[in-house]
């Protein structure tokens, strides 16, 4: 069964809205703890405050790239994939490898999101990571080799949709 593309999107949404909501929180958490008058430093020593200050900017960061990536995979319009057509964000690649069949979706961001559709088990895939990069540009049928640690896996193109 071929999972359906626009509910692993809402699901990666959903994800990613779940991940921010934990970012939020615990950024706003950090700040209060920064602003405390009871983390006043106490002496040149105490850096208490600084810490949880650091804490509460790397959060708001991690919020702000989530955030980004919600807004960018809200204004995707998945198209159709046919067998001639290269892979490229948007795709979802049935991939074999090591005589195992995987499932990945092609996105712009959010690389490594586990995602099920129709029972099917799908991982979220960048052009960024080695093994989006090596199928960007494949079409059905394509093949290509990864390197894995000291293993080098040949893997062909089953579909592209």
């Known amino acids: 069964m071929i999972p359906d593309k626009q ?7 959903e994800q990613l809205a779940e991940r921010l909501s934990g970012f939020d929180k615990s950024a706003r958490e950090a700040h209060a703890e920064a602003t405390h008058e009871q983390n006043k430093a106490e002496n040149k020593y105490d850096t208490r405050a600084i810490e949880a200050s650091y804490l509460a900017e790397g959060q708001a ?3 702000a790239e989530v955030a980004s990536a919600i807004q960018a995979l809200e204004g995707v319009t998945l198209r159709d994939f046919g067998p001639a057509t290269p892979i490229a964000p948007g795709a979802l690649v049935q991939l074999e490898g090591n005589g195992e069949v995987a499932w990945y979706f092609m996105a712009s961001c959010a690389g490594g999101a586990e995602l099920v559709s129709e029972g ?6 960048t052009p ?3 093994l989006g990069g090596a199928l960007s540009g494949l079409k059905t049928g394509g093949k290509c080799r990864l390197q894995l640690g000291r293993e080098r ?4 193109v089953k579909s592209v949709h």
């Open 7 to 13: 509910a692993l999107l809402r699901q990666l949404i």
């Open 61 to 63: 960061r991690q919020a």
């Open 120 to 125: 099917v088990s799908v991982l979220v895939l």
């Open 128 to 130: 960024q990571s080695p």
């Open 153 to 156: 896996v040949a893997y062909t």
